[in-house]
């Protein structure tokens, strides 16, 4: 009698333990997942799947000491798996188009944030030296181009008048620059996946 009574007060400390994880941890774990999965539903897919394990290490009385990392990790190791499934598609070989006001994201959106910690600050670093070499690479007009609009801000219309140029030929240059930065980045992409 003693012994049930001492499983069903341990069950129910578990549960006040994971509960008080959960709460504290989810929103900070989501906000990581969706920095890597576009998707919504497949994000919160991927969470449910780390707390899942949460709840799993802890029934199997293998108590995690660092909620927060362990599960940014178990997510990260979900995230992968999940890429690896999926057939590989090249993010070149991916439809550009781009219109005037479009508002196709900056190159942030691309880079882990540094918030993540240092992993993701190395990571960063080493995205950033890269995309300073391909675009190093690029023709002047379409680098300017990209220079001008993903980190200056300059809309089409502005760098139209500025450089006496039709916005549609300010769009393409911006077209191809991203499409080489693409082709030129999946390899160091594929090295952050595969990490």
């Known amino acids: 009698m003693d012994a049930a009574l001492s499983d069903a007060l341990t069950s129910s400390a578990q549960d006040r333990e994971i509960s008080a994880t959960v709460r504290r941890e989810r929103g900070r774990l989501l906000a990581f997942i969706r920095r890597r999965v576009l998707d919504a539903a497949e994000a919160e897919d991927v969470l449910q799947e780390a707390l899942y394990e949460l709840v799993a290490a802890h029934r199997l009385l293998q108590p995690v000491e660092q909620a927060g990392a362990w599960l940014m990790r178990v997510a990260r190791n979900r995230i992968i798996d999940r890429f690896r499934k999926k057939k590989p598609e090249l993010l070149a070989d991916q439809a550009v188009e781009f219109q005037e006001d479009d508002d196709v994201g900056g190159l942030e959106d691309l880079l882990p944030s540094p918030d993540d910690g240092p992993d993701a600050v190395a990571i960063r670093d080493m995205m950033l030296e890269r995309i300073e070499a391909a675009l190093n690479e690029l023709p002047r007009d379409q680098r300017d181009v990209f220079i ?44 952050w996946l595969e990490d």
């Open 148 to 191: 001008a609009q993903e980190l200056e801000g300059a809309s089409f219309k502005e760098l139209a008048a500025r450089w006496n140029v039709t916005v549609s030929a300010l769009l393409s240059r911006k077209r191809y620059a991203v499409l080489y930065l693409r082709e030129r980045l999946q390899a160091a992409y594929d090295e």
